[in-house]
């Protein structure tokens, strides 16, 4: 479209020329009145105007057909019937009607119209290219390895589920697949909006779209077609534009009512200056100066434009909206619901604390603690190893490890019979513990183990589900937006006190089975509040459908969530925050666009009835045309001012 609008735009600019220099009122205005005359000059003159008429015309045309078909009077009937009135009146002129012509009028009218929609489908462009910049982080051809490792550039379209493909370091990753061989870091930033490089090595999955880093790494092919992420992505991003908006519903309502007030208007606007004693020339072109001035162009493309761009910074920032009404309800809301574990937190334990029990250092007691579980695979082990890498604590070398079933574990360490047990062991053999921060930790709801050196306690350890460091800096952003902020969780009163309590929550619910989460969106509901509900999108998928709000966190690659409105790849709560805000912006813009392209109508359909005709000041259809068309413009470098909110989504 914006080729075929430039192509029709010069080749009508340049049989303008000719026109303008047959047309007697320019002749008159520069003086050349009789040498530029000759026989016939007049049927030239109608023969340019012609061409122009229909072919720089035609898209304006086409669209008034269209239109009526559809039974959708719009932009592009008022066009069309404005240069048709003036083509067809000018025509009778030369043919014997009495009167004068309007060829010079109607040929820059329509070069100013081609003119404006070739600038507009440029901004529009750049405002809604969301499809073509995800189809475009795809490479054209991938390195396909034959069984003797022989290595083929083919399309990516002809990649198959087990093929081996070579990703070279820089390049980006063709296709879904696992890593077979190599290890690498991948710049997912175009695709989950993540910044930091994600390391990855065999085993794990790299994402079509991504780049790859400093090393070469082979992938087995998982997923084709429309089973990839960045397909998922685009299909996502397809439903989020064509999708139902309540306020594009009243945008369209607004250009209906407004092309009905534009023919009322320069009807009653030729019949007014021909009922004062003017010329019909005159009424007549004050006519089709109204119905082009008035062209509901810039009301119709107001919220798309608007949509497209947001939907664009969205999904390349890993905000994935399924549903475009739901995303305008979240202005609305007044409180998030999270769901806990993997939200929140990391879903994963930590080392909260250490106790000293006897004159040991935390460091050691940590040391000989992680030196033992380094051994076992239990999750409260891994969390005891990670504590000690965090804090730089060098494990104890330990031997003759041995689990002991639902008590811990024990090994021999530097000569010693070492365990680290739970306090079931301690109690079912009388050991006695008394320490007033380590009984605080058990009762905020922390994991204790205890680290026994020959039967001695010398110290305890602490474990908790860790917060997300992000999570503090979400609760406060969305306190700043006026939304209270709670949490639900299965996890005994105790823990989700403590959580909320880090956290500076509003409220929280414990001990809540996964098919009562339902029950607590409603509660909220209950108490008058738009309420947003955020889980992992498969055991909360009844809260995430009941809510007003069904955000999915965490999905990473795997994004076909039916029960979330919205998806957030990334496992950063921040982005919660950065949906709401955005959906209050583009709102905004919404109606900023909206506000602008009804009021310009206000002052501009007086200015060219010629209301200030008595000031001599009086519009031409070029004139409207260009007013109209910068009136599209500024809607359209509004819509993209919304880019600036990236900072929203790039927390």
Sequence with gaps: MVADFRRRFWVSLALTVPVLALSQMIQAFLGLDTA????GDRLVLFALASIVFFYGGWPFLKGLFRELGDRRPGMMTLIAIAISVAFFYSTAVVFGLSGKVFFWELVTLIDIMLLGHWIEMRSVMGASGALDALVRLLPATAHRLAADDEMEDIPVSELAPGDRVLVRPGEKVPI??????????????????ESRPVEKRKGEEAVGGSVNGEGAVTLEVRKTGDQTYLSQVVDMVRQAQESRSRTQD?????ALWLTYIAITAGTATLAYWLAVG???EFALERMVTVMVITCPHALGLAVPLVVAVSTRLTAQNGLLIRDRAAFERARNLNAVLFDKTGTLTE????????????????????AYAAGLESQSQHPIAEGIVRGAQERGVQAKKVSQFRSLTGQGAEARVEGHALRVVSPGYLKERGLAVDNAAMHKLAEAGHTVVFVLPDEAPIGAVALADVVRPQSLE????LKDLGIRTMMVTGDAAPVAKSVAGQLGLDDYFAEVLPHEKVEKVREVKARGMHVAMIGDGVNDAPALVESDL??????????AIESADIVLVRSDPRDVFAILALSRITYAKMIQNLVWATGYNAFAIPLAAGVAYGWGILLTPALGAALMSI???????NAKLLERARRLVAA
């Design 36 to 39: 530029l005359a000759f026989p």
């Design 176 to 193: 879904d697949g696992i890593i077979l061989t190599g290890r690498s870091s991948f710049n997912e930033s175009m695709l989950t909006g």
């Design 250 to 254: 009243l945008a369209n309502r607004a």
């Design 278 to 280: 003017q010329e019909f």
């Design 347 to 366: 879903g994963r334990f930590g080392v909260a604390a250490v106790v000293p029990l006897a004159d040991m250092p935390e460091e050691d007691i940590l």
């Design 474 to 477: 979400a609760v406060s952003r």
């Design 550 to 559: 069904g955000i999915a966190i965490g999905a990473g690659t795997d994004v």
């Design 631 to 637: 009136s599209t413009i500024i809607v359209a470098i």
